[in-house]
């Protein structure tokens, strides 16, 4: 037969009525509690199942949910003609935060990665060339597979050139998104050293590019014009291996 009532926990001193409709006589048990209901019961309604004296906390879920204005005897209907909340009508709120100081760990956990002067880690240590348009993709491309074929590059990660189609031709915010996607590269701390390589007529100019980098590390970062050079692949190839 299923379940007429429920108390929901242990603690509570009331039960809810699962039925359609409880008449009053009715004795039921329920968490290990036999009670005889004294008035006509539906669904969610409470029914005590022991006396509540007046002023008592009516327990609920566990907690009291407010308290018997008269007493009440087992078995009776539990609502708002004996329950009232215990909120006063005007509460004054107040916070009172626990807090607890945060000790370091004796041994705190650790991961191998690259430090740079600025303080960002990167997982990775690459060299990188990136172009500031498109029409110097080919001549990074060279200078990449130079450095891979005549140098030892087996103690850093890898060696790729970032190649893309922008960097001329583009106007207002379209331009600066260039202009501030690729400065985001230029300073990623997963790579060790950048080349950053412009043709010298692009809408994209490194001086331009530079003030969008804001401070960066001379050290890892240079710059290469392949229009004020004889040949940019044989001196993107000397920065690469420095």
């Not at 004296?53 to 949910?65: E, L, M, S």
């Not at 200078?143 to 074929?149: A, C, F, G, N, P």
């Not at 950048?194 to 710059?223: H, W």
């Amino acid at each position: 037969m299923a379940k007429r009532i429920i108390r929901i926990n242990q603690a509570d001193n009331v039960a809810v009525v699962l039925a359609d409709e409880i008449k009053a006589g009715e004795t039921l048990t329920e968490g290990g509690v036999t009670v005889t209901l004294k008035d006509d019961l539906i669904r969610g309604h409470k029914v005590a199942l022991t006396d509540i004296a007046q002023g008592c906390d009516v327990v609920k879920y566990g907690y009291p949910i407010g308290h018997a204005t008269r007493h009440i005897t087992a078995g009776e209907h539990v609502h708002s003609h004996n329950l009232a909340t215990s909120l006063d009508l005007d509460l004054e709120y107040t916070y009172s935060p626990v807090t607890t100081e945060a000790k370091p760990s004796c041994n705190p956990p650790t991961i191998n990665g690259y430090l740079r002067a600025n303080g960002e880690m990167g997982i990775r240590n690459e060299l990188w060339i990136v172009p500031t348009v498109g029409c110097v993709n080919g001549q990074a491309q060279a200078i990449v597979k130079r450095l891979t074929e005549e140098c030892d590059t087996s103690h850093i990660d890898d060696v790729r050139a970032f190649t893309h189609n922008y960097g001329c031709s583009q106007l207002g915010s379209d331009h600066e998104n260039t202009r501030s996607a690729l400065a985001a590269l230029i300073k990623h701390p997963n790579t060790g050293g950048v080349l950053v390589l412009g043709l010298g007529c692009e809408n994209n100019q490194l001086a331009t590019l530079r003030d969008t980098l804001g401070d960066y590390d001379p050290s890892r970062i240079k710059f290469l014009v392949a229009q004020e050079v004889d040949d940019e692949i044989e001196e993107g190839v000397a920065i690469g291996k420095q």
